[in-house]
């Protein structure tokens, strides 16, 4: 399995702009379809939005389409999340994660095997 590590959380203002990153270990890292999900307090972990083992496709949740954009660089092993115009109901916990054995972008959770420890992005109105 990859490892994940995410970081570039912080505190910004609604209309703000965050880029998240996902570094991962091992050389196996751009056969691999990845992903960034989130979790607010009290609510359960939703998805955000992923990228195939190409970085050709894409798909994002309906409520981050037009402000999010996600983008890998194989050579770095890393994946980003680019975040714009923030808004506070953005704010929660943001892993990363891998899916198991499936190079394609996909948003079903229980398809993602690793996971990062995430990190904090909080908006703040």
């Known amino acids: 399995q990859v490892q994940l590590v995410e970081s570039g959380g912080g505190l910004v203002q609604a209309g703000g702009s965050l880029r998240l990153s996902c570094a991962a270990s091992?050389?196996?890292?751009?056969?691999?379809?990845m992903g960034w999900f989130r979790q607010a307090p009290g609510k359960e972990r939703e998805f955000v939005a992923a990228?195939?083992?190409?970085?050709?496709?894409?798909l994002y949740a309906d409520s981050v389409k037009g402000r999010f954009t996600i983008s890998r660089d194989n050579a770095k092993n890393t994946m980003y999340l680019q975040m714009n115009s923030l808004k506070p109901e953005d704010t929660a916990v943001y892993y990363c994660?891998?899916?198991?054995?499936?190079?394609?972008?996909?948003?079903?959770?229980?398809?993602?095997?690793?996971w990062g420890q995430g990190t904090q992005v909080t908006v703040s109105s």
């Open positions: 990228i195939s083992w190409s970085g050709i496709n894409t």
């Open positions: 091992g050389r196996t890292f751009s056969s691999y379809g």
């Open positions: 994660s891998a899916r198991n054995g499936r190079n394609g972008a996909g948003r079903d959770p229980t398809d993602f095997g690793s």
